[in-house]
């Protein structure tokens, strides 16, 4: 089904709905946490019953948002009126299985220019800079103005998905909309606080040993670096802990590709790819059955170590080379 132009069938659903479920991706980033409650709270506040449930436990570096104590990690058995899918490109990427719901309108909230329109009503905007800009658009629409927990929360989203405005998705409108939730709550100094002056000990010996892994190719144009299950258990550090590392090995002169494999049990490696530059590395991930953004994506490998880079630097020269001459 189509994409909507704006917001309205959104808030038309959420208004006609009492019960709603709020889903997200799985290993969900600030975006996805920040969407989920930015629209979840207000939507409590409006008193509707809000389920925000992701799969797994919530990220350690994460529990301190406004709210993230309603997050659970089982579905409740319960008469839902519709379901809110956000910041996922693909419904699969929840974790869940939503058969149970087929039967009433799925909402699809999202920003990645992999997403194929999967709800019943979908509002996806791959030129907004994050799924949380969206949300406030929504909230809008609604004609609900969140309070200072909420607009936190949507801060986080736009904060996060722009690389702290790093990225080319760092927008006027990514300013703009950062701009009103700082005048509706939202302090940014308190905020870049707990996001990236928090580190743990464990988190920091975990980076020396995976940075330590650094391998260029491609004439420098892609880095590579990995963490295994031993790395994790020498510090005492979990795979949660390794957020942004990939950025390292992207900040290097000449990288275009920046890779971070992560060890999974059974031979399975999480890939995660950010790029600057031209290249897309959306491609890349889709060649695996991942998805994503242009210049950041993920996707899941099977196989021993070399054999899965192999694969993946085959999929990244060719994005490299660009397209084919006709």
């Not at 995976?210 to 990995?226: E, N």
Request: charged share 20%.
């Amino acid at each position: 089904m189509r994409a909507t132009e704006n917001s309205s069938p959104v808030a038309k659903t959420l208004r006609s709905s009492q019960e709603i479920l709020l889903l997200t991706h799985q290993s969900p980033d600030g975006d996805a946490l920040g969407g989920m409650l930015g629209l979840g709270l207000p939507l409590i506040e409006a008193g509707k019953k809000v389920a925000m449930v992701i799969e797994g436990p919530l990220p350690a570096h994460m529990a301190w948002l406004p709210g993230s104590s309603l997050f659970e990690t089982k579905i409740p058995e319960r008469n839902f009126d519709a379901v809110v899918m956000l910041d996922c490109g693909d419904k699969k990427r929840t974790g869940f299985d939503l058969s149970p719901f087929e039967k009433i309108p799925l909402v699809n909230i999202d920003h990645h220019a992999s997403n194929d329109n999967f709800g019943t009503v979908n509002y996806v905007h791959p030129e907004a800079s994050s799924t949380g800009e969206l949300v406030l658009r929504i909230l809008d629409e609604l004609g609900i103005t969140p309070d200072a927990d909420a607009a936190t929360a949507l801060y986080v989203a736009v904060l996060t998905d722009t690389g702290g405005f790093h990225y080319s998705n760092s927008t006027p409108e990514a300013f703009e909309t950062s701009a009103r939730l700082v005048r509706l709550g939202a302090n940014p100094a308190q905020i870049a606080g707990n996001l990236y002056e928090r580190e743990s000990a464990k988190r920091t010996l975990l980076m020396g040993l995976v940075l330590s892994t650094l391998s260029l190719y491609s004439g420098g144009k892609v880095a590579r670096i990995h963490v295994t299950g031993e790395m994790l258990a020498k510090t005492g550090a979990s795979l949660e802990d390794t957020d942004n590392f990939v950025n390292c090995p992207r900040a290097i002169e000449g990288v275009e590709v920046a890779v971070f494999m992560k060890e999974k049990p059974g031979n399975v490696w999480r890939i995660t790819l950010r790029s600057k530059g031209g290249a897309d590395v959306s491609k890349v991930a889709s060649a695996f059955g991942g998805g994503g953004h242009k210049k950041a994506s993920g996707a899941t490998i099977d196989g021993d170590f070399e054999g899965a880079f192999g694969k993946l630097l085959g999929e990244i020269e060719k994005v490299l080379a660009g397209p084919e001459p006709l």
